[in-house]
């Protein structure tokens, strides 16, 4: 080949070179890298498609008797707090008619306890020898110490199924069997901010009482969902 035509080859490459470049950095948008996102927030159809808050901060889940909390659901006003009940004349008798009184007016405290955090009575008829009074006293001090409430609609309604003399060595004195319709009530939990419904329940109480200082107390408490 001659000189010449080695030089006119070396002349052409010279000037093709840069194009062949550019066309290989020319890449079209879906073979270029996928960019990173410094966040993780939701695209905007997710956005759409999540539930909004209603008027009180309230968003629905799969449950329709729950909702989740956005902000601090306002305590019921004291008008709508269960009125405290007032111990029973009879419980001041040592008989098996005082014993049933107190059990009964039992329900009633435990409603009021739960719905204003006041457990004073609470503690007094049922002592801490009753494990399950124990555990309520918990849910009851919630009350009190942190923006969690109950509000309950109506009165417990309660059917004495039952009575026993304690012969066999068991707590007190006296049990008492009976059937308790829990009212439907509305619950705010303010350490997992949700805001619940919950239906009438049926309770099934086997409770224990002893004649203490001229008063019959709760010395031990059996209590189990039956409906």
């Avoid at 968003?59 to 707090?81: C, H, L, W, Y």
């Avoid at 008619?97 to 049922?126: H, K, N, P, R």
Wanted: hydrophobic content about 35%; some cysteine.
């Amino acid at each position: 080949m001659s000189n010449l035509k080695i030089l006119l080859l070396f002349v052409v490459s010279m000037i093709l070179s840069p194009i062949l470049v550019a066309c290989a950095n020319d890449t079209t948008p879906s073979e270029q890298a996928p960019q990173a996102t410094s966040d993780n927030k939701p695209s905007e159809t997710e956005a759409k498609n999540e539930p909004a808050a209603d008027e009180n901060g309230l968003i629905p889940t799969d449950d329709p008797n729950v909702f989740k909390a956005t902000k601090i659901v306002p305590r019921p006003p004291e008008s709508g707090q269960y009125p405290k009940p007032e111990y029973p004349a009879l419980g001041y008798e040592n008989s098996i008619y005082g014993a049933e009184a107190v059990a009964i007016y039992f329900e009633d405290l435990l409603l009021y306890a739960y719905s204003t955090g006041d457990y004073a009575d609470f503690e007094t008829v049922c002592t801490s020898t009753a494990e399950w009074c124990r555990d309520q006293l918990i849910g009851v001090k919630k009350v009190t110490e942190t923006d969690t409430w109950y509000k309950f609609e109506n009165a417990p309604e309660v059917t004495v199924t039952g009575y026993a003399v304690v012969t066999d060595g068991g707590p007190g004195e006296y049990s008492i069997r009976m059937e308790t319709l829990l009212p439907a009530s509305t619950y705010f939990n303010s350490q997992k901010m949700t805001f619940s419904k919950h239906p009438q329940d049926k309770v099934l109480r086997r409770i224990f009482l002893s004649y203490q200082d001229g008063r019959w107390v709760i010395v031990d408490l059996g209590s189990e969902i039956i409906q």
